[in-house]
């Protein structure tokens, strides 16, 4: 995976283009403050704060560009929720390195030539590397099409009220009753994982129907994930905290 952290919000070069995607930015208009809502609230849920930037400050728009992999921009959103998730995996590998969990600056202190903050950051970003390019694969595969955070959240608003109208009218409803973000991120995740896994298993020649087994799948994503254009923009990453 190469990574280039020159990249700017402003600079032409990095521009980020949504192509397809940019039509939903008309269509989420009027539903961006209840999709804000659903985020914040997953974000709440994981970190037990407010969805706001130190100092009470706004949080960034949800959709500036983190990095780009292989072109593909990582949203602001996703990339805070998944550093979400990580947190506590990040805090067990500090405290192991001698850092002190419970120090009013624990995030920002020394281990091994970083911060906490530091690797969660880079955790965060290398598992976005392997989610993207799984997604960029199933959209060249014609397994999904739009692949962006506001596509994602615009579906998952979607299956939410599909599933309110159907518990309104006494209709069963299979799974949670409204699916959170993270609990909406791996169910598509998995999804998408398993018809990438069947197309790629096709491709090798196998006709058995059989998806393609975990240790050749796990090495292909490997692939992808090191053979990857990775370019972060400095002016958002790292502007990125759980403070």
């Known amino acids: 995976m190469a990574v280039d952290k020159t990249a700017r919000g402003g600079s032409r070069k990095f521009r980020v283009r949504l192509g397809a995607e940019r ?7 009027a539903a961006l403050p209840l999709l804000l809502a659903l985020l914040a609230a997953a974000a709440c849920s994981l970190a ?5 930037a130190p100092g009470g400050a706004a949080a960034p728009d949800p959709f500036a560009a983190v990095a780009w992999v292989n072109g593909e921009p990582v949203a ?17 590998e500090a405290a192991k390195e001698g850092a002190d969990p419970a120090g009013k600056s624990f995030w920002t202190s020394g ?15 290398d598992l976005l590397v392997r989610v993207k390019v799984q997604q960029i694969a199933a959209r060249e595969a014609g397994i999904a099409e739009a692949i962006g955070y506001e596509a ?17 009218r006494g209709e069963p409803v299979y799974g949670p009753r409204q699916y959170s973000e993270r609990a909406y991120f ?3 995740l998995a999804n998408l994982e398993l018809a990438l896994r069947h197309r790629l298993a096709e491709e090798d020649g ?20 090191a053979n990857a254009v990775v370019r972060v923009n400095s002016s958002v990453y790292d502007k990125l905290t759980v403070e």
């Not at 039509?23 to 208009?29: G, K, Q």
């Not at 996703?78 to 067990?92: I, K, P, Y």
């Open 23 to 29: 039509r939903l930015r008309l269509r989420l208009a």
């Open 48 to 52: 037990g704060s407010p969805a706001e």
């Open 76 to 92: 602001y959103g996703e990339f805070q929720a998944r550093m979400l998730e990580l947190r506590g995996e990040a805090v067990a």
């Open 111 to 125: 281990i091994g030539g970083q911060t906490p903050l530091g690797l969660l950051k880079e955790k965060t970003l």
């Open 152 to 168: 994602f959240l615009s579906r998952l608003a979607a299956e939410n009220r599909t599933r309110s109208s159907r518990l309104r």
């Open 186 to 188: 791996r169910y598509t």
């Open 206 to 225: 196998d006709r058995s129907g059989k998806p393609l087994d975990d240790e050749r799948y796990e090495a292909w994503l490997n692939r992808q994930a």
